[in-house]
C-alpha cells in the first residue's frame, strides 16, 4: 500500500500519519526525518544538503528527490509505505511517479488529503501559548492552564510565539495553498485523491482515515478498531490492490 499524505500546517498531519502508518504496518516516511538522518550521519546527499542550507539557500529537489529515493529503496518501505512532506509539488509528483514506475513497476495507490478549514486551522494554531521557562505548550482552548497566563507545570508565564500568532498562520496556509492546490488537483485528475474531514478528536479522524483507505488496503494487514461509538473491532476484508 502506497500512500501520499497532504494537509495544511495544523491539520494534524504527524501525528495522523503516524496513526495510519502503524495500523497499517507501513513505515511513515517523513522528508523531515529522512533529512535529519542524512545530515546527521553525514551521507554524500546530507553533506550536499548542509551546504545550500547553510548559505540559506533552498535544498534542490534533486537532492530531495535522491534522498527520498534512497529511504524507499530500504527493505522495510517494499511492501508499502505512507508519504508524509514530499511530494510538495507538482514537479515532484511527477518524479515520484517516473520513479515507482522505472524502479520498482509500480504506482501510489491512493493519496490521502486531510481536509480542514482556514479559520478552523487558524484557531488550533493561534491559539497555543508556550511557557517562556519550561516551554512547555499549552492552548487557551483544547489544553488551557489552571491560572491564564500561567504555566501550570513550573510557574512561568505563558506567551505566544511568533510563529503562532495570527498573521503568519494565515500566511503559511496561503503559501501552502499556492503550493499544495496544484498538486492536490494533480492527483484528483489522475484518480488517486480521496478527502476526509480532518476536524474533530484525533482518535475520530484516524477512524475515518482507515474507513477511506479500506477500498485500497489489501491483505496481510493489521485489524483496526473503529470509533464509532462503540468499539468494534473491524477485520479488513482482502480487496484487490489497485
Ligand atoms: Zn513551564
Not at 501520499?4 to 507501513?26: D, E, N, R
Not at 511527477?94 to 488529503?113: C, F, I, P
Not at 485523491?193 to 477511506?212: K, N, Q, Y
Request: aromatic share 6%; charged share 25%.
Amino acid at each position: 500500500m502506497r500512500i501520499v499524505l497532504v494537509g495544511p500546517p495544523g491539520a494534524g498531519k504527524g501525528t495522523q500519519a503516524q496513526f495510519i502508518a502503524s495500523h497499517l504496518a507501513i513505515p511513515r516516511i517523513s522528508t523531515g526525518d529522512i533529512f535529519r538522518y542524512n545530515v546527521t550521519t553525514g551521507t554524500e546527499l546530507g553533506r550536499k544538503a548542509r551546504e545550500f542550507m547553510e548559505r540559506g539557500d533552498l535544498v534542490p529537489d534533486a537532492v530531495t528527490v535522491a534522498m527520498v529515493r534512497a529511504r524507499l529503496a530500504e527493505e522495510d518501505a517494499q511492501e508499502g509505505f505512507l508519504l508524509d512532506g514530499f511530494p510538495r509539488n507538482v514537479p515532484q509528483a511527477e518524479t515520484l511517479k517516473k520513479l515507482l514506475a522505472e524502479d520498482w513497476d509500480t504506482r501510489l495507490n491512493v493519496v490521502l488529503e486531510l481536509v480542514v478549514e482556514t479559520d478552523e486551522v487558524v484557531r488550533r494554531l493561534s491559539g497555543r501559548r508556550t511557557c517562556r521557562r519550561c516551554e512547555r505548550v499549552w492552548h487557551v482552548l483544547y489544553d488551557p492552564p489552571a491560572r491564564t497566563g500561567v504555566c501550570d507545570d513550573c510557574g512561568g508565564e505563558l506567551f505566544q510565539r511568533d510563529d503562532d500568532s495570527e498573521d503568519t498562520i494565515r500566511h503559511r496556509i496561503e503559501v501552502y495553498n499556492e503550493q499544495t492546490a496544484p498538486l492536490v488537483s494533480f492527483y484528483a485528475d489522475e484518480g488517486t485523491l480521496i478527502g476526509i474531514d480532518a476536524t474533530g478528536p484525533v482518535e475520530e479522524i484516524t477512524s475515518r482515515a482507515l474507513a477511506a483507505l479500506r477500498p485500497f488496503v489489501r491483505l496481510p494487514f493489521t485489524t483496526f478498531h473503529q470509533n464509532d461509538g462503540g468499539s468494534s473491532s473491524v477485520s479488513l476484508l482482502p480487496t484487490p490492490e489497485l
